[in-house]
């Protein structure tokens, strides 16, 4: 009777229409993202019975006032849009339940790289099931229903009181978004249509990032052949204010508080998020437009160029050695490499290997990023107990939350005295290891978790970052300069292996 009446000629009220097209779009195409979250989650317990109740809610109603929005501005384009996300939602649902897929924006990237042979190979009797049944029958009601559009005032007072409760079930649910938060990929890859629709947009947008052509900054001059090394080390989420190199009342820093030739300098991230934060450290002024970062710099003036990521964020990196972590994986051995160890695999090997005399290897970590402390270090490297192993932060005690951000500190300090180790055996080349994090975090001070608020109303935790600075013995001298920033590796790196361009700012340097 009631399937009857949805495919009537009876006229449906708008608002009514889209609580269905909602409805429909949760119980057709939302399996995958349920199991997923009751996979992911004590569903059991008051918060994930709490955080379960929100997805349901946020879900129904985020794509009912999306529907809404569609359809007070034009019948038509709703019910083409409706029937194109259903029939393209059909087919990604089928996907994901047959071949366990994520609608990811690399997924997306597959897809659009598949050509007829590879696609026609998934064709299937149960394909055409999908799409009969969650495609073709759902769009029937949307082709046949007779829609009665609300009068502007309606418009008006529906979607403001749409958007009030929209607001204020997010601020009431505000603990629960740090679990949501660690699996938004998972989430982002299950949610119809939103899945594709979004990581298409991702994915043109960053191939048009790729594609865009940076402003090439003016040519450079190596200005001698002296073997020369700079390796640089971006750091994430790591905060000064928790390296016993910087006062720390607990000893983060047990290898690099005993090497010589080691600098800090005080200094502040310019951003507080990834992307924004490592193209400061890249870039050789602050600007919005997409100047030639060091990286790609260098490699064009005959520089070798070697960039080693776990991380993401960077801005477009053209370089013809540029390693991830599963390509490192291949030749890496023992437990370290399943965190950032794997970074430094046969670094000297690859150094001594290079057949040019200035040499420049950035490694991009991920060690200190939240809110899984506990999960980015080896076992033996858990120094502080107890320690926070909740994605909940909100529900650790400060001691356990602060323990598991400091052993992400005794870890990153571990690795950076390997580097410096490597660097010390390479007797033929002048060395230089800089690390510069990407931005601070905060851990609970203020009620605050993580990072991202705005500079003007961020905490100090969140911008105030280390600058550490090892030289081999013999190599440059630094100045005795307070506060650095991170705009001054472009420079230094410059000066360390004696490039000179026109863009060179000695003021920014911190090398004589």
């Known amino acids: 009777m009631f399937l009857q009446k949805l495919v009537s000629k009876d006229k449906i009220k708008l608002i009514h229409f889209v609580l269905v097209i909602s409805g429909l779009n949760f119980l057709l195409f939302h399996f995958p993202f349920f199991s997923f979250v009751f996979n992911n989650l004590d569903y059991k317990s008051f918060t994930g019975i709490s955080i379960v109740i929100s997805l349901v809610v946020l879900m129904l109603v985020l794509n009912a006032f999306v529907f809404y929005l569609i359809y007070s501005a034009s019948t038509l384009v709703g019910k083409c849009l409706t029937v194109l996300f259903f029939l393209v939602n059909s087919v990604a649902v089928y996907f994901v339940n047959s071949y366990n897929v994520i609608i990811d924006e690399s997924m997306v990237g597959n897809v659009l790289n598949t050509n007829y042979a590879e696609s026609s190979s998934f064709f299937s009797f149960k394909l055409i099931l999908y799409i009969v049944f969650f495609g073709i029958l759902p769009s029937i ?97 790591a905060r000064s204010e928790n390296f016993s190199l910087y006062g720390y009342k607990k000893n983060t820093n047990p290898y690099l508080s005993k090497t010589e030739n080691l600098h800090t300098f005080k200094a502040t991230s310019c951003a507080t998020y990834t992307t924004a934060g490592v193209k400061c450290i890249l870039e050789h002024t602050e600007s919005d437009e ?59 090997q690859q150094i001594l290997a290079s057949t040019k005399s200035k040499i420049l290897i950035v490694l991009h970590t991920s060690t200190s990023h939240g809110p899984t402390y506990s999960k980015k270090y080896p076992a033996n490297f858990e120094t502080f107990k107890p320690v926070c192993n909740s994605v909940e932060l909100g529900n650790c005690s400060q001691t356990e939350l602060v323990n598991a951000y400091d052993n992400t500190i005794v870890y990153t300090d571990y690795i950076l005295h390997r580097i410096i180790e490597d660097l010390q055996q390479l007797k033929d080349y002048k060395s230089a290891m800089l690390f510069v994090s990407d931005h601070g975090e905060s851990l609970g001070e203020k009620n605050l978790y993580m990072h991202g608020l705005p500079m003007s109303i961020a905490p100090n935790e969140q911008f105030d970052i280390p600058f550490i600075v090892w030289t081999s013995k013999d190599s440059k001298q630094l100045k005795p300069i307070n506060t650095a920033s991170q705009h001054h590796v472009f420079h230094s790196v410059l000066n360390f292996l004696d490039i000179k361009s026109p863009v060179y700012n000695e003021q920014l340097s911190i090398f004589k």
């Open 141 to 237: 009601f949307v082709i046949k229903a007779a829609i009665v559009k609300d009068r502007l005032k309606k418009f008006l007072i529906k979607s403001s009181l749409t958007l009030v409760f929209i607001a204020v079930f997010i601020f009431a649910n505000a603990s629960n978004w740090l679990w949501i938060d660690k699996y938004s990929k998972q989430l982002g890859g299950l949610a119809m249509p939103w899945s594709y629709t979004v990581n298409l947009c991702r994915f043109y947008i960053h191939k048009a990032q790729e594609n865009k052509e940076e402003i090439l900054l003016p040519n450079a001059t190596i200005t001698n052949n002296e073997k020369s090394v700079v390796v640089l080390v971006i750091g994430e989420s």
């Open 290 to 348: 997409l100047y030639e970062i060091l990286p790609n710099y260098l490699y064009r003036n005959n520089v070798d160029v070697i960039w080693r990521t776990t991380n993401w964020g960077e801005p477009p990196v053209h370089i013809k050695n540029y390693q991830t972590k599963e390509m490192l994986d291949k030749d890496c051995k023992g437990d370290g490499c399943n965190y950032d160890e794997v970074l430094i695999t046969n670094l000297k």
